[in-house]
Nanobody
């Protein structure tokens, strides 16, 4: 069974930085896209950044210029470097993998369990 495990969340002061990691495991042959979403209290889950096969990236307007998504295909891992963090970045950050192929099954999407990022002084 495919699993995504996130790490790197925590408490940081405004203006600070954090780097999130998400590692996929479970006999994976290929993953089309990996991305990060977030959900703040009382709000809907939203796309933060996505990294597709071929190197295409897409960011939410609210994080452009501050966040950078990267991917290590050999390790089936995606990262999110977050700089100049703001209180409004506080949320649970979720990793998602799209079109995951294993030897025995194809998964349209797989979600991680989430990691909490709190930006506060």
């Amino acid at each position: 069974q495919v699993q995504l495990v996130e790490s790197g969340g925590g408490l940081v002061q405004p203006g600070g930085s954090l780097k999130l990691s998400c590692a996929a495991s479970g006999g994976i042959l290929s993953i089309h896209a990996m991305g990060w979403y977030r959900q703040a209290p009382g709000k809907q889950r939203e796309l933060v950044a996505i990294f597709s096969t071929g190197g295409n990236t897409n960011y939410a307007d609210s994080v452009k210029g501050r966040f950078t998504i990267s991917r290590d295909n050999g390790k089936n891992t995606v990262y999110l470097q977050m700089n100049s963090l703001k209180p409004e970045d506080t949320a649970v950050y979720y990793c998602k993998a799209d079109r995951v192929a294993t030897i025995i099954h194809r998964y349209p999407e797989v979600w991680g369990q989430g990691t909490l990022v709190t930006v506060s002084s």
